[in-house]
């Protein structure tokens, strides 16, 4: 991380795929800040919103702790995450090597593919 | 050494302002279960402090950044600094619009509470007052 100011302060100056190289991996990371980030809040905002103590927990899922939403995004959201990734991969490969900031490639590279497996998802279940 | 500072305040408006955020507008639209009425007091209590919270960090970060990147005479965070007043503008935007769409203020709500209304179980008489029911 100590490097990474440094090759930021000429971005794309040179022709040189180092920086370039540089801006993508911190696009990337950048992306990826961006999905942890929202995952933690929306799961930090569930954990502080008490539940009903005696409610009906007879039907299956209708009763879930925080920590088991989570584990069950990651099993049953699995191929959209996968997703989501891959896109993030190509469009903030595409991104870095016009943006020089690897932060608004970044941040622009989650909108996009946020929006992008949003319209997958809404085609999807068109189609269906 | 200066160019980390600035860069961590600039990560820190733009991941910390949107988490303070949602964590926020989620406890706001949430439909919490609260037993008593001080509770219902302070789990909106809490939801005001985040949300005024994050409307604080919202404003003053990005002002903060783009004077000490014009202190430090960084063209680079500077330009980054800058754009992320507009960042601020579009974030004040959004929360307004959700502001409108509320029926109570976003700060200073208190969400409903389970507590059971007191119930008048017995009829004292008095000189002036109501009759009693069967008496």
Same mark, same amino acid.
Not at chain 1, 80 to 94: C, E, K, P, Q
Not at chain 2, 17 to 32: C, D, E, K, N, Q
Not at chain 2, 65 to 85: C, I, K, N, T
């Given at each position: 991380? !100590? ?53 009906? !927990?007879?039907?299956?899922?209708? !009763? ?65 | 050494?200066?160019?980390?500072? /600035? ?12 988490? %303070? ?7 706001? &639209? ?5 037993? &008593? ?8 209590? &809490? ?11 919202? /404003?003053? %970060?990005? /002002? ?6 014009? %202190? ?48 008048? &179980? ?14």
């Amino acid at each position: 991380m !100590c490097q990474a100011p440094e090759q930021w302060q000429v971005p794309g100056m040179d022709g040189v795929n180092a920086p370039r190289l540089a801006s993508f991996g911190l696009s990337l990371l950048v992306a990826l800040g961006w999905y942890v980030t929202v995952t933690a809040a929306v799961f930090v905002g569930r954990l502080g919103i008490p539940a009903e103590p005696d409610r009906n !927990c007879s039907v299956l899922f209708s !009763c879930l702790t925080p920590q088991d939403e989570i584990i069950l995004l990651l099993i049953f959201g699995a191929p959209i995450l996968a997703g989501l990734l891959f896109s993030t991969l190509l469009v903030a490969g595409l991104l870095a090597r016009w943006i020089s900031s690897p932060i608004v490639a970044g941040t622009l590279s989650a909108l996009v593919s946020v929006v992008m497996v949003a319209a997958a998802g809404i085609l999807w279940h068109g189609a269906r | 050494m200066k160019r980390v500072g /600035l860069g961590v305040l600039l990560l820190a408006w733009l991941y910390g302002v949107p988490f %303070l955020f949602i964590v926020g507008l989620m406890r706001r &639209t949430s439909s919490p279960y609260l037993a &008593t009425r001080a509770e219902a007091e302070a789990f909106g209590a &809490t939801t005001g402090a985040i949300l005024t919270a994050a409307l604080i960090l919202n /404003l003053t %970060l990005p /002002l903060v950044g783009v004077l000490l990147a014009s %202190l430090a005479r960084d063209p680079y965070w500077m330009r980054h600094f800058v754009w992320s007043l507009a960042g601020m503008a579009v974030i004040w935007v959004l929360f307004s619009i959700a502001g409108n769409a509320a029926t109570a203020p976003m700060i200073g709500w208190t969400p409903a509470d389970q507590e059971p209304a007191p119930r008048i &179980t017995q009829c004292i008489p008095r000189s002036g007052g109501h009759g009693c029911p069967g008496g």
